[in-house]
């Protein structure tokens, strides 16, 4: 059938991420507990027992400073963050984001859904609390939305020479906590960017706003991340933990390059089209398409399990596109 005919929006609950994978990586660089050995995982088999499952061990630091902690046993990003809260004795709830290998609110370097297992992890705790009035002059505040996946969204980018570009008490890495008065606590970053973008032009509205805490080094800092840098890449161990929201976490080889461009570009479309980056997201719709014959595939495919993000036809085709581009090496 056509694109958009008949699609049916099923709305499962938003999980990313959710179908546990075969493993497919070696363990290169991981402490593997004495356990046992390390079993692979086969298509169509549960997974392994506790006891069968290798036992990563991961250092970490709070970003403002800190010694170093040594966390294992978590498969999501939330059990991530209580155990980086229990290593250093703080509610789980300061806990903003973390970034890999960099102490500085680099964006670049956001952990997601995706560890390597040589990376080092710095968790960003809440810092200065701040409340800022705006006057939307414009129809776009050239902000780019991204979220914890714990509940927290922040901002990732700021558009240069756009109405928040002017007003310098905001920053890359600030948590929006409510608009209006109205607490987005719990929201994911397209709920908050399509709230952003319905507020009308000509009227002034109230952000209330945490900023990460800040390291001697970085309390200059205006907007490290703030533009997009296409090279960086994360994961620099030889390995992959991949996160899940349901079922365990699982090692995997690192990225193909097919696989890398892909999610670079449908996650610039994510961007264009939502006001959102996120990675894993973009992994998911790339894991997604990169099997389908044809479009109308594809967006069955999206519906079945990202149906709550009720993706226009337009950009169903583009990120058809992207996959099939980078699947060619036209970059």
């Known amino acids: 059938m056509p694109l958009g005919l008949g699609r049916r929006k099923k709305a499962p609950p938003l999980v990313e991420n959710e179908e546990a994978e075969p493993i497919r990586g070696s363990l290169g660089g991981v402490e593997v507990g004495s356990g046992g050995s390390v079993a692979a995982l086969q298509p169509g088999l549960p997974p392994p027992p506790a006891s069968l499952r290798p036992r990563l061990v991961f250092h970490t630091q709070l970003a403002h400073g800190s010694p170093t902690g040594r966390i294992e046993g978590f498969t999501n990003v939330k059990e991530l963050y209580s155990k980086i809260a229990e290593a250093f004795k703080i509610p789980p709830v300061e806990v903003m984001f973390c970034t890999l290998n960099t102490h500085k609110v680099d964006m670049d370097k956001l952990l997601g859904g995706q560890i390597g297992l040589e990376d080092f992890i710095f968790a960003h705790t809440k810092g200065q609390r701040k409340e800022v009035e705006i006057f939307k002059s414009e129809e776009a505040l050239g902000l780019t939305i991204t979220d914890n996946g714990a509940g927290y969204a922040f901002i990732k980018r700021i558009k240069e020479g756009s109405v928040i570009d002017r007003i310098q008490v905001i920053n890359v890495g600030d948590m929006i906590e409510s608009i209006n008065g109205q607490s987005l606590i719990g929201c994911r970053h397209y709920e908050v960017a399509k709230m952003l973008k319905d507020l009308p032009k000509g009227r002034t509205f109230t952000l209330k706003l945490t900023e990460p805490r800040k390291a001697f080094d970085m309390i200059s800092q205006r907007a490290a991340g703030g533009k997009h840098n296409s090279s960086s890449q994360l994961g620099t161990g030889r390995g992959t933990l991949r996160l899940r929201a349901k079922g365990p976490a699982t090692v995997e080889e690192q990225l193909s390059a097919f696989e890398e461009r892909a999610i670079e570009k449908v996650d610039d479309l994510l961007e264009s089209y939502m006001g959102i980056r996120d990675t894993e997201l973009a992994a998911t719709m790339v ?21 709550d993000f009720a993706f226009p036809d337009e950009f169903v085709f583009d990120v058809w596109g992207a996959i099939g581009d980078a699947k060619v090496g036209r970059y």
């Open 287 to 307: 894991e997604l398409g990169k099997d389908k014959r044809n479009p109308d595939e594809f967006a069955e495919a999206l519906d079945e399990r990202l149906g």
